[in-house]
């Protein structure tokens, strides 16, 4: 799933391409992308509008129109394509939008998760259901060492699990949250609520430099959103441990493993991410 930096990179991507320029027409292959408002009226209430600007919140792309927002999530495996010419459409293309100059911005997405929510100007973004239950931005100056002790003295949660929460801080996802816990050297299976003054400060301050750092270079994904210009993510060649399993720590050279945490793949170093006895799961 893009994360963050991979939705940043979109978002200023598509700004470039599309910013400014007036929907011609709208053409839905797949009704249950669309939410708030039937196929047929996204279709119609998006027709003749400009895209006045594209921003981001948590994981989440915002289309403003003059009367509109429309919000994009692209979930697993959506991802936008421009194109100077109207091409065929692709197998996999379920939403396009054709442009008054010409061109096309067309959205692809194999496994048909995305979503399109429409919501008229006057809406309190903050008041929707996307967005009312999403922490802090990850930049934004709230976040602190307090804000962070608050959202997690009291969980009874691994801290892998607690960074995953899009209710503590929004954006962060798999990848990151590994990156985050090794430069911060804590064992994704901690407690939340366990973590020293030191550990927690680091989470904070790691959490900024690592998607700082992943926004410069465009990303992790291979390719999430593809024009004539093209832009791709090279963070990956920056990753200390996850996808790494079997290869030494870069800072100790012992072996980096990788378990399961809520589910999910997580990578570590053992030595410099030690787990309190007294934490191990029995």
């Known amino acids: 799933m893009p ?23 709208v ?19 998006l027709k003749g509008q400009t895209i006045l600007d594209i921003t981001r919140r948590g994981k989440h792309l915002i289309f403003h129109f003059p009367d509109f927002y429309m919000i994009s ?38 496994r048909k998760f995305g979503t399109f929510h429409l919501y008229p100007k006057n809406t309190d973004l903050e008041a929707t259901s996307q967005f009312k239950v999403l922490g802090l931005e990850p930049f ?13 003295q009291h969980k009874k949660k691994p801290i892998k699990s607690l960074l995953l929460d899009q209710s503590v801080v929004t954006g962060l996802g798999n990848i990151y949250v590994d990156e985050v816990l090794f430069r911060s050297r804590v064992h994704p299976l901690k407690m939340s609520a366990n973590l020293t003054h030191k550990q927690r400060t680091d989470v904070v301050n790691y959490t900024k430099e690592v998607l700082s750092r992943a926004i410069e ?3 992790t994904t291979i390719k999430t959103f593809a024009s004539e210009h093209g832009v791709a993510g090279t963070f990956q060649n920056e ?4 996808t790494k399993k079997g290869e030494p720590c870069p800072m100790c050279g012992t072996v ?3 378990i399961k945490v809520g589910g999910r793949g997580t990578y570590l170093c053992p030595r410099c991410q030690k787990l309190p006895k007294t934490e191990v799961p029995l």
């Open 73 to 110: 999530h692209l979930r697993m495996e959506g991802k936008y394509f421009f194109h100077e010419k109207e091409p065929e459409r692709g197998k996999h293309t379920h939403v396009t939008f054709q442009l008054a100059s010409g061109e096309s911005l067309h959205y692809d997405d194999v």
């Open 27 to 45: 053409n839905v292959h797949h009704d249950k992308m669309i939410k708030v408002v039937t196929p047929d009226e996204f279709k119609e209430f």
């Open 256 to 258: 980096i493993e990788k």
């Open 217 to 219: 270079l465009k990303g």
């Open 140 to 152: 934004d100056p709230k976040f602190t060492f307090k804000y962070f002790t608050e959202k997690i």
């Open 3 to 25: 994360e963050l930096p991979e939705v940043e990179t979109v978002k200023e991507a598509l700004r470039l391409h599309v910013r400014g320029k007036t929907i011609e027409q």
């Open 239 to 242: 990753l200390k441990v996850h």
